[in-house]
T-cell receptor
């Protein structure tokens, strides 16, 4: 699975959009980009995933560049409850057991 | 549904002791996983299972054993506890039939070995 690079920390004002970048320059054509977050000391929580196209769900949007070497997770209206560590993970298969490889992620702090 | 439950929440062990971390899921998921998370680091996969009776090693299996006798349960066994096993342990599950194949995580077990 391709390696990912994320900034260690970011800040965002409450109510603004939080844009979290992720580089995955060695991603192969059939690898997916998944995003999870971990609030305080809880277990990680799935947010969104994508292959080529941009994706949106009730939690966030995922923008993947055309060359697929980077992506951005967007939280459109950040709240204090979005303060968490966000992990960008590249995984080969959308089926079967996924052996997730977590980096150190981005610690996002939402400020009032 | 309770989702993924883990017991105990906290435990302190002495070096050389053994214990079993319990994990149960009530979502009828095929796949189950054990991860550990050291302070300030991301999670690392210890073992995983694709179904009852089938387990396989992850990235950091040394010092641990697992079994999967039922779909619901996936206990993690530490035989001879060492300080290096001080960590937070997360169990997760996912479904073969899941649309996104996302993993659902339990609340974790915080283990200290002294």
């Amino acid at each position: 699975d391709a390696k990912t690079t994320q900034p260690p920390s970011m800040d965002c004002a409450e109510g603004r959009a939080a844009n979290l970048p992720c580089n995955h320059s060695t991603i192969s054509g059939n690898e997916y980009v998944y995003w999870y977050r971990q609030i305080h000391s809880q277990g990680p929580q799935y947010i969104i995933h994508g292959l080529k196209n941009n994706e949106t769900n009730e939690m966030a949007s995922l923008i993947i560049t055309e060359d697929r070497k980077s992506s951005t997770l967007i939280l459109p209206h950040a709240t204090l409850r979005d303060t968490a560590v966000y992990y960008c993970i590249v995984i080969l298969s959308i089926q079967g057991a996924q052996k997730l490889v977590f980096g150190q992620g981005t610690r996002l702090t939402i400020n009032p | 549904n309770a989702g993924v439950t883990q017991t105990p929440k906290f435990r302190i062990l002495k070096i050389g002791q053994s214990m079993t971390l319990q994990c149960t899921q009530d979502m009828n998921h095929n796949y189950m996983y054990w991860y550990r998370q050291d302070p300030g680091m991301g999670l690392k996969l210890i073992y995983y299972s694709v179904g009852a009776g089938i387990t396989d090693k992850g990235e950091v299996p040394n010092g641990y054993n697992v079994s999967r006798s039922t779909t619901e349960d996936f206990p993690l066994r530490l035989e001879l506890a060492a300080p290096s096993q001080t960590s937070v342990y997360f169990c997760a599950s996912s479904s073969l039939a899941g649309e996104y194949n996302e993993q659902f995580f339990g609340p974790g077990t915080r283990l200290t070995v002294l």
